[in-house]
């Protein structure tokens, strides 16, 4: 399985920028991908999760600023982000799991300017 994550960059506080990430290697209709996000100095945490059935489920911090979508024709997975805060900036990484093993993509910076 390999998970393509692309779309960071620079923004300003208050703006919006969307994240994507490419799933290959595995039937991805039938798996949960998750966005995580590690800030400098921070450990790695959970951002936003959705099923194989488009169940959604969010960090506190993101709750109504931040929407995880997916795209099974073309295996992606998406994480739109408004509202932007500065405390947003992290490098943001895409996950998903087979059995019991997991999955990372490579890591897509997102900074947020204030």
């Known amino acids: 399985v390999q998970l393509q994550a692309s779309g960071g960059g620079l923004v300003q506080a208050g703006g919006s920028l969307r994240v994507a990430c490419r799933v290959s290697?595995?039937?991805?209709?039938?798996?949960?991908a998750g966005w995580y996000r590690q800030a400098p100095g921070k450990q790695r945490e959970l951002v936003a999760v959705i099923t194989s059935g488009g169940s959604t489920n969010y960090a506190d911090s993101v709750k109504g600023r931040f929407g995880i979508s997916r795209d099974n024709i073309r295996n992606m997975v998406y994480l739109q982000m408004n509202s932007l805060k500065p405390e947003d900036t992290a490098v943001y990484y895409c996950n998903t799991a087979v059995s019991t093993r997991t999955y990372w993509g490579q890591g897509t910076l997102v900074t947020v300017s204030s």
């Open positions: 290697g595995y039937n991805f209709r039938i798996l949960s």
